[in-house]
């Protein structure tokens, strides 16, 4: 109850107000410096693996397999398409 020092009867008055936290150190600690090095090789790891995955080949590919609709295969042919009678 009352000011940031708990006085109640003189609101100005700061009295006994707990310290502020010690300031930051300057440059960067060993925590950080690790922090950031880890952080660094994890998303290198994880751009690698994404463009890895990227280029593997599409399903059908490797097995020799054609699709039901040979001008429309992979992502690119919809999911509920029915197969054309020819």
Known sequence: ??????NAIDLLDLTGEPAPPDSLPAGFTTK??????ISTL???AMVGI??????????????????????????????LAEPESR
């Open 1 to 6: 109850m009352g000011n940031a020092a708990g």
């Open 50 to 79: 994404i463009a890895w995955y990227g280029m593997l080949p599409g399903p059908g590919k490797e097995s020799g397999t054609t699709s039901v609709d040979d001008d429309q295969d992979g992502e690119n042919r919809p999911l």
């Open 42 to 44: 994890n998303a290198l």
């Open 32 to 37: 950080g410096v690790f922090a950031l090095i």
